[in-house]
């Protein structure tokens, strides 16, 4: 019999195991903090040339290129968290800890959601130091902004995070992540509005606009940028929330030994 | 939870915005017409047709009209402030671009671009009064608030020129930088500022002996230096600030006037031409060509609260209380 306490406890237990395995990977630590600000400081830097961005929703003036993609950095380092931390199943599967925890009475919904809503709760504190140290670069949303952007930020992270637990219920091995790079995670954060407006990507090539918007990654950058300017982006909040359910039902299906992804493998 | 308190926050900043008076009136130089913007919902809350190619513009002394240039009809339209429409006009001479109204507010000074004129207009019996020759393209006027001097700067021939109000004589004419656009005696009656387009720099004269005291060089990190044009500015009351337009660089510069060195700067619309002070001066409003909109900038936070659409090629802007 499950009870909340029970859920609370492993919640906890699952959290604590994530904020150590983050602490102790100090590497990927640092680097979840120096991606996004290599990308304020250099990429940003060549188009700050640019004579100022027109001025589309939040914004309400002109803004720089480096205010523009601030929120879709952030986003960034929640999709390749995500995807790490997902990915990071496989060989949780494969060392047999993953097992163990999915052998607990508690249903296995529970336990994968556990797992991803505490992979991004130690994630949160990493993007907001992001998000302030974006402040030297003039990137200076109102402060009520960074407290609205906190469940866009739970929101986007846990939506990423069920995609990468997808994927990772596909995945036999972890050698494949180089694989997930090129074809999941690259395609999701460029073909995105994370480093362009949709406009601009629409006048590009119909095409790529139309990937664009409909690029869940997208939706999480624009959830984000929205609540930054205390505003909702509602049709994003709709295609986010509806993501992280057909991921995160899709997940749960492909876990289950007996009709999942598994069924068809060799263990 | 989040809804809440972003209404707050709304709520909060309506209130907080909700005594603010000003009216902003934009000249839309292709468009023929002025946008009239409310300062408290930063919304066009009317549009006021009016001769062809308004630039210039000002507040008549008594706040009850609005005297706007309209170059290709050769003439400054009187919009009726109360009616928002044009209720009459003034003679100008042809093609007038900007004017001043002298501190007696009996005489207007008019810049005729095409005939390298000064035109002074006599404001109650509607007659051009006087004219006084001056150098190529006449654009930027000015007149003292002592009433004793005027200001006229003559883009191709790159002077200052500096008439006297009463005998309408030139007393003195200072070579400045290329093409200048705008000039301005200082609050205090001590200095003239000039602004020039090509050169992208303001220089200070003493008003006294005519001899450059300073200059202010602009830069903005990013945009080649050929884009970075002084043109419109405008001083605090208290001469400690300035804020220079800086044309297609699409910045406006905050300026300290005691080290002529420049402390801010805004990113603008595209093509900023003029700028205008709110007046409690919290605010600095500016009129951006290429992009046909204003952008409202809160100088007290120091940051850009909104731009707002108006017509095609915004030109000059005013503030009334």
Redesign the interface.
Known sequence: MTTPFHCARAFMGILRREGLRMLRQRGRLVSALIRPLVWLAIFA?GF??V??L??TPPY?????YETYIAPGLAGMMLLFHGMQSSLSMVYDREMGSMRLLLTSPLPRWFVLLARLLASVVVVLPVVYVFLFLARLWDV?P?A?GY??AL?ALILAGTMLGALGLLISSLIRQLENFAGVMNFVIFPLFFASTALYPLWKLDDANAWLGWIAATNPFSHAVELIRF?LY???NWPSLAVVSGALIVFQGLATWGYNPGRGFWKRRDF | MQTLRCGLFLILVLVARAGRADTIYVSNEQDNTVSVVDGASLAVTKTIPVGRRPRGLEISRDGHSLLVAVGDDDRIDVVDLTSGSVAGSLPSGADPEVFATHPDGRRLFVANENDNLVSVVDIGSRRVTAEVPVGVEPEGIAVSTDGKTVLCTSETTSMVHIIDAETLELTDNLLVDTRPRWAAVSPDGRQIWVSSEIRGTVTVFDRSSGLETGKIEFSVPGVEQELVQAVGFVLTRDGSRAYVALGPSNRVAEVDVRTLTVRKLFLVGQRVWHVALSPDESRLYTANGNSSDMTVIDLRNEEVLKSVGVGRGPWGVVVAP
């Open positions: 830097a700050r040339a004579l100022g027109s001025p309400r003036s002109y803004i720089l200076r109102p009520l407290v609205a469940p609540a205390c505003q909702v």
